[in-house]
Antibody, heavy 122, light 109 residues
Framework: EVQLLESGGDLVQPGKSLRISCAAS????????MSWVRQAPGKGLEWVSS????????YYGDSVKGRFTISRDKSRDTVYLQMDGLRSEDTAVYFC???????????????WGQGTQVTVSS | SYVVTQPPSVSVAPGQTAKITCGGD??????VHWYQQKPGQAPVLVVH???DRPSGIPERFSGSNSGNMATLTINWVEAGDEADYYC????????????FGGGTKLTVL
């Protein structure tokens, strides 16, 4: 059974940093691209970032480009999102999602985690 | 950048057909995917690549895509179908970004 378990969400002050994680299980991690999608309170879905199956290619939405960094650790079957220079508008639930194949970020997302809450506030 | 537009809300009586649209410039040339999200839960893929259904999704859910409009159709709507629905496309031009529609709240009367 495919499982994606996010962790690391927290309350942080504006300008600070936070790293969230997504532990994957139930599939061959290295064969799939992975992505982060967020949802602000009462709002819709917003794509944040994607990483290819190999980790060689990364992609970012305009609102986080230059501040967030996606990475993956094949030895731990885990994908990370390093968030620097956090702003109040980054407050959201962050979902980890598996791409249907290796062709990120073009692929649809076939499995999603339950999300981790990130709150940016002083 | 590419923009897709969904109606904020659609209402339908049980047993009827719901149609949720996703409009965009020549969207028929792109692959459109649809997700269902119930309150407090993660999104669930219900249709991918315009009209393909993942395993476990009822045949009542179907999709189409042509011209400037993609449509998610839910036949014989049930109370359990009440949720937010999002369309998703890939803008593979100069921008190379994933686009979600703003979401449509389906209310079952």
């Amino acid at each position: 059974e495919v499982q994606l378990l996010e962790s690391g969400g927290d309350l942080v002050q504006p300008g600070k940093s936070l790293r969230i994680s997504c532990a994957a299980s139930g599939f061959t991690f290295g064969r799939y691209g992975m992505s982060w999608v967020r949802q602000a309170p009462g709002k819709g879905l917003e794509w944040v970032s994607s990483i290819s199956a190999s980790g060689a290619s990364t992609y970012y939405g305009d609102s986080v480009k230059g501040r967030f960094t996606i990475s993956r650790d094949k030895s731990r079957d885990t994908v990370y999102l390093q968030m620097d220079g956090l702003r109040s508008e980054d407050t959201a639930v962050y979902f980890c999602a598996r791409g249907a194949g290796i062709a990120v970020p073009e692929d649809f997302f076939d499995y999603w985690g339950q999300g981790t809450q990130v709150t940016v506030s002083s | 950048s590419y923009v897709v537009t969904q109606p904020p809300s659609v209402s339908v009586a049980p047993g009827q057909t719901a149609k949720i649209t996703c409009g965009g410039d020549r969207i028929g040339t792109k692959s459109v995917h649809w997700y269902q999200q119930k309150p407090g839960q993660a999104p669930v893929l219900v249709v991918h690549d315009d009209s393909d259904r993942p395993s476990g999704i009822p045949e009542r859910f179907s999709g189409s895509n042509s011209g400037n409009m993609a449509t998610l159709t839910i036949n014989w709507v049930e109370a359990g179908d009440e949720a937010d629905y999002y369309c998703h496309v890939w803008d593979g031009g100069n921008n190379q970004v994933v686009i979600f529609g703003g979401g449509t709240k389906l209310t079952v009367l």
